[in-house]
């Protein structure tokens, strides 16, 4: 039960976050070939960082993993920092659409997880 509480919770905040990234961000992700190649290359820096830098890590549902980096990369950043295309941006999308592909699953270093854009 207790692990359900938590993975509601960290979903919410990701979709609080993606909402907070809004449909431009999202409209231009999938059509700037650039932007999405960054994402891309964010996701697994930060899967990285979470598989080989969390204890336990591949034990855990990503979405809860995912929800607390970004609090973290929030609660370190200055609000001058969350500007379209910053990198501060690019990390936090690259946050949602892992926790997308992976939801409660734990994380894995497969690269082919990442959603397809469309």
Avoid: F
Wanted: aromatic share 6%; net charge negative; proline share 3%.
């Amino acid at each position: 039960m207790r692990a359900t509480w938590r993975e509601n919770n960290a979903r919410r905040w990701i979709s609080e976050l993606s909402d907070r990234i809004g449909m431009a961000g999202w409209a231009a992700l999938a059509v700037t070939p650039a932007l999405a190649a960054e994402v891309d290359q964010h996701g697994a820096a930060v899967r990285d960082i979470l598989l080989l830098g969390v204890e336990g890590a591949g034990t855990v549902g990503a979405v809860v993993l995912l929800a607390a980096y970004g609090r973290g990369l929030l609660d370190n950043a200055a609000e001058s920092e969350w500007t379209p295309a910053s990198w501060l941006e690019v990390r936090l999308m690259a946050v949602c659409r892992l926790a997308q592909s992976h939801d409660v699953k734990p994380l894995t270093d497969d690269v082919h997880a990442l959603p397809k854009l469309t």
